[in-house]
């Protein structure tokens, strides 16, 4: 019997056999005008692309995104990219026990005490309206947020992905302040917490943390103009100050900085500046710390599409800790 193998440890030539999430699946045709389906295999230490070119394989049975299958194949390689071939494939069965948080990418903390932390980084707003928008719209969404992701396919898209992208970057937020003490932190945490929130009304999620599709007000408007939406919903049942209002929508509103990412105004207060490159940095560690995970040292990454197709480097000699963190 071949051991089930987790796909961060998977190499060209491997057999593998084993239970994984099924992330994605597509059926796609060839240049040849055959059938095949794409399919992006998951579990808490990757992703892996996956081929079924005998569609006749899984005649009968309903493949679909965000459930658990058992696989058996080869890992080959395609385009400096591992790539699983697929030589059976079959849909769990009612009485196979397992722990579905084995078979799903998410983030490295309970979601609950991650969520704990952020309502206390919350509680230190001292602005009353700035803190009762901000808590009211986090407590409308905090059941969907437990298990959320931050993006379909990009940075975070784990499960509970936008609730720890949310807390690493007010614990940056924290530290930055230090350094520029003339920064408010009620609008910048309030920022960090706002600025990707509508996401939950952007996106469809499972409790799998795997988004299916774009909602219809998410492809037609988008999560900035849906946030602006809420924060002026809230602030008008709030009777909040018209400035604090119009203050959290540009923060929203100028976070993706660019208009062809969405921004229709950069930022023109420096809580908007700093909340912009909080969020970039962020997700680019994210990017680069997965690109390493599996890449020995001395050696580079496979190319990373949301980087600007580079090759991550892993330097031989580790950055050594501060004495506190050893």
């Given at each position: 019997m071949i051991e089930q193998k987790p796909i961060g440890e998977m190499g060209k030539g491997d057999s593998i056999q084993g239970y994984y999430l099924l992330k994605y699946v597509t059926l796609r045709t060839t240049n040849a005008n055959n059938r095949y389906y794409d399919l992006t295999l998951a579990d808490k230490t990757g992703e892996v692309n996956a081929k079924i070119w005998d569609v006749q394989m899984v005649?009968?049975?309903?493949?679909?995104?965000?459930?658990?299958?058992?696989?058996?194949?080869?890992?080959?390689?395609?385009?400096?990219?591992?790539?699983?071939?697929?030589?059976?494939?079959?849909?769990?069965?009612?009485?196979?026990?397992?722990?579905?948080?084995?078979?799903?990418?998410a983030a490295p903390y309970k979601a609950e005490e991650m969520l704990e932390q952020v309502l206390a980084y919350i509680g230190?707003?001292?602005?009353?309206?700035?803190?009762?928008?901000?808590?009211?719209?986090?407590?409308?969404?905090?059941e969907k947020l437990l298990f959320y992701p931050a993006a379909m396919r990009n940075h975070h898209s784990i499960r509970s992905g936008?609730?720890?992208?949310?807390?690493?970057?007010?614990?940056?937020?924290?530290?930055?302040?230090?350094?520029?003490?003339?920064?408010?932190?009620?609008?910048?945490?309030?920022?960090v917490v706002l600025h990707d929130l509508s996401k939950i009304e952007e996106m469809e999620s499972n409790e799998l943390g795997v988004v299916s599709s774009y909602t219809p007000?998410?492809?037609?408007?988008?999560?900035?103009?849906?946030?602006?939406?809420?924060?002026d919903r809230v602030g008008s049942q709030l009777e909040a100050d018209q400035e604090t209002i119009i203050l959290l929508q540009h923060l929203v509103l100028s976070h993706h900085y660019e208009?062809?990412?969405?921004s229709p105004k950069r930022p023109m207060i420096p809580e908007g500046e700093i909340l912009h490159y909080l969020d970039l940095m962020d997700a680019r560690m994210y990017d680069?710390?997965?690109?390493?995970?599996?890449?020995?040292?001395?050696?580079?990454?496979?190319?990373?599409?949301?980087?600007?197709?580079?090759?991550?480097?892993?330097?031989?000699?580790?950055?050594?800790?501060?004495?506190?963190?050893q």
């Amino acid at each position: 019997m071949i051991e089930q193998k987790p796909i961060g440890e998977m190499g060209k030539g491997d057999s593998i056999q084993g239970y994984y999430l099924l992330k994605y699946v597509t059926l796609r045709t060839t240049n040849a005008n055959n059938r095949y389906y794409d399919l992006t295999l998951a579990d808490k230490t990757g992703e892996v692309n996956a081929k079924i070119w005998d569609v006749q394989m899984v005649k009968g049975m309903e493949l679909k995104d965000g459930i658990i299958v058992k696989v058996r194949g080869v890992v080959n390689e395609w385009q400096d990219s591992l790539q699983l071939k697929v030589e059976r494939i079959r849909l769990l069965e009612a009485q196979e026990d397992l722990d579905i948080e084995d078979f799903v990418p998410a983030a490295p903390y309970k979601a609950e005490e991650m969520l704990e932390q952020v309502l206390a980084y919350i509680g230190r707003i001292r602005d009353k309206d700035i803190r009762g928008i901000t808590e009211t719209i986090l407590k409308e969404k905090q059941e969907k947020l437990l298990f959320y992701p931050a993006a379909m396919r990009n940075h975070h898209s784990i499960r509970s992905g936008l609730l720890y992208h949310m807390l690493t970057m007010l614990k940056m937020a924290e530290k930055v302040m230090e350094v520029y003490s003339f920064l408010n932190s009620d609008y910048l945490y309030a920022g960090v917490v706002l600025h990707d929130l509508s996401k939950i009304e952007e996106m469809e999620s499972n409790e799998l943390g795997v988004v299916s599709s774009y909602t219809p007000e998410g492809m037609l408007l988008g999560h900035i103009i849906q946030g602006i939406k809420t924060i002026d919903r809230v602030g008008s049942q709030l009777e909040a100050d018209q400035e604090t209002i119009i203050l959290l929508q540009h923060l929203v509103l100028s976070h993706h900085y660019e208009p062809e990412f969405g921004s229709p105004k950069r930022p023109m207060i420096p809580e908007g500046e700093i909340l912009h490159y909080l969020d970039l940095m962020d997700a680019r560690m994210y990017d680069m710390q997965k690109a390493l995970e599996n890449v020995e040292p001395g050696g580079f990454s496979e190319k990373i599409w949301l980087l600007h197709n580079r090759n991550i480097y892993r330097p031989k000699k580790e950055a050594s800790r501060d004495l506190d963190e050893q």
